[in-house]
């Protein structure tokens, strides 16, 4: 016991960890640099960068790390590359680790919920703000464990940089047993130093996933509020533009999609006017949340034209696609479109009021204190003004959907698409949200509605329009199309709604 104590409070050793230390943390960063623009080449869509990635995370992984370590030692100097022993192993260990962390944090990215990614897309974030502020925030929670063990493996491994005369605490430990002939107690000293040097990582590890957690969401200073006022108008806390109201907002002319062999829309017209709202029904699968995310371009168009405020979102003036996914970030941004989407996509890294102050911070340029201010009256307005730094999955399915319609406000949008925003809830949170779509509609908000609440069609629609097999089958008012349907195809539609009584 005495022999190991000596051993274990050794600064010959000690310093072996310095070294040991300075290796894995340098190459850790360069690792976790490399691995992350590796990853990022592994998931875009050029296809040679996809494919320059994959055969260098084919041949690090494939071949020994010792290997590579021999290779950067003896074989760079033929060449004319010198470089000491310390440096070479931490470009050795940085080379073959970014191969790793790379798989890791692709892996990371490919987690996280597409809703997510829609969400953002809906708000007109670019693709540099859905990476920072969305993408990686929440796929680090899903690679920090992986990275974690994967830098408590580089530690150790840094043991086979002692063949290249590093001397870190293998190499110290071999001398040290060698000239005293003490193994026993001389290798597990060095054991019990690699397992602090370890412990701490997993310590580090545990905090950073804490700190992540979804239950800890970042609180924000907020200004002094008026009194509470769930009454007021929403349009006003959103200032909606003003537009010209002798054109029709939206104007859709033959609009086609299909997936593979089916035929989701086939040939759709439709024109919605300003301050109109619109009800669209129709049969599960028959495209009616196809045909919204083709407005605001989250889905994309086969053939025929869809415009918005006289201007296409996402294609060029030719009518072909538009091909940076930054232009096409701005051309959404422009056209001022709220989405609501029926299992909400919050952002469950954000709280509520964060949620909601995103995009105007990040998509429009808004001041925070104004964005802040703007976002306190629409929570307000939709009576969750208590629950402001809550987290998204602290919350009823209902006050979900109500965040999320003050989200798509914020905007300042002119145009409001429902995706079928009841439809997740429970029964008794429908009323909840329907009531704040009411509101909308009687303040005059140009609305699409994807819904299957008749009732809700019924009361607050101007128009209703059937949607089967592609096409639009029936529209008119309410009155005529859900009250006195002329289509065989519409009337079995609502005779097959459990409790439509028109």
């Known amino acids: 016991m005495q022999q190991f104590w000596h051993y274990l409070t050794l600064d010959y050793l000690w310093q072996g960890a310095i070294v040991t230390l300075q290796v894995a943390g340098a190459a850790l960063i360069g690792s976790l640099v490399l691995g992350a623009i590796l990853a990022e080449m592994r998931v875009s869509r050029v296809r040679p960068l996809r494919w320059l990635a994959a055969t260098y995370v084919w041949i690090i992984r494939g071949t020994p790390m010792l290997l590579q370590l021999v290779f950067f030692y003896d074989a760079l100097p033929q060449i004319g590359i010198i470089f000491p022993p310390v440096p070479t192993a931490i470009i050795?260990?940085?080379?073959?680790?970014?191969?790793?962390?790379?798989?890791?944090?692709?892996?990371?990215?490919?987690?996280?919920?597409?809703?997510?990614?829609?969400?953002?897309?809906?708000?007109?974030?670019?693709?540099?703000?859905?990476?920072?502020r969305i993408v990686f925030p929440l796929a680090i929670r899903a690679i920090l464990p992986s990275l974690g063990n994967e830098l408590i493996n580089l530690i150790k491994s840094t043991s086979l940089a002692s063949v290249i005369s590093v001397s870190e605490i293998t190499q110290r430990t071999q001398y040290l047993s060698s000239q005293s002939f003490e193994f026993f107690p001389v290798f597990i000293a060095s054991g019990v130093i690699y397992l602090v040097l370890t412990s701490a990582v997993a310590l580090v590890q545990l905090w950073l996933e804490r700190r992540a957690s979804l239950d800890r969401v970042r609180a924000t200073k907020l200004p002094p509020t008026p009194p509470a006022n769930p009454g007021a108008r929403l349009t006003e806390a959103a200032t909606v533009p003003s537009v010209n109201s002798h054109q029709p907002l939206v104007v859709i002319e033959g609009?086609?999609?299909?997936?593979?062999?089916?035929?989701?829309?086939?040939?759709?017209?439709?024109?919605?006017?300003?301050?109109?709202?619109?009800?669209?029904?129709?049969?599960?699968g028959s495209g009616k949340s196809t045909l919204l995310r083709m407005i605001n371009h989250l889905d994309t168009l086969d053939g025929g034209s869809i415009l918005v405020g006289g201007r296409s979102v996402g294609y060029r003036d030719d009518g072909s696609p538009e091909a940076s996914p930054a232009?096409?970030?701005?051309?959404?941004?422009?056209?001022?479109?709220?989405?609501?989407?029926?299992?909400?996509?919050?952002?469950?890294?954000?709280?509520?009021?964060?949620?909601?102050?995103?995009?105007p911070i990040r998509v429009y340029g808004s001041a925070p204190q104004r964005a802040t201010e703007t976002a306190l009256r629409l929570l307000d307005a939709v009576g969750l003004s208590e629950h402001v730094q809550k987290a998204p999955h602290q919350l009823s399915g209902g006050q979900q959907q109500r965040v999320a319609i003050a989200r798509a406000l914020a905007t300042s949008p002119r145009l409001m698409l429902f995706d079928e925003p009841t439809s997740a809830l429970d029964p008794e949170l429908v009323g909840e949200v329907l009531g704040v779509m009411r509101r909308l509609a009687d303040e005059g908000m140009t609305m699409?509605?994807?819904?299957?609440?008749?009732?809700?069609?019924?009361?607050?629609?101007?128009?209703?329009?059937?949607?089967?097999?592609?096409?639009?089958?029936?529209?008119?008012?309410?009155?005529?199309?859900?009250g006195n349907p002329q289509e065989p195809r519409t009337q079995k539609f609502l005779q097959s709604l459990t409790g439509a009584v028109l």
């Open 92 to 132: 050795a260990f940085t080379v073959n680790e970014a191969a790793f962390f790379a798989e890791i944090i692709r892996g990371g990215i490919l987690a996280v919920d597409r809703n997510q990614i829609l969400a953002a897309d809906a708000l007109g974030m670019s693709p540099w703000v859905t990476r920072r």
């Open 255 to 284: 609009a086609k999609k299909s997936y593979g062999d089916r035929q989701i829309l086939d040939g759709v017209d439709l024109k919605v006017a300003r301050g109109e709202v619109i009800a669209i029904i129709g049969a599960s």
């Open 327 to 359: 232009r096409l970030a701005r051309d959404r941004a422009q056209a001022r479109i709220g989405m609501v989407f029926q299992h909400f996509n919050l952002f469950p890294h954000l709280s509520v009021l964060d949620n909601v102050r995103m995009a």
């Open 448 to 482: 699409l509605v994807v819904t299957h609440e008749i009732r809700f069609a019924r009361d607050v629609a101007d128009r209703v329009v059937f949607i089967a097999d592609g096409q639009v089958v029936e529209e008119g008012p309410p009155g005529e199309v859900l």
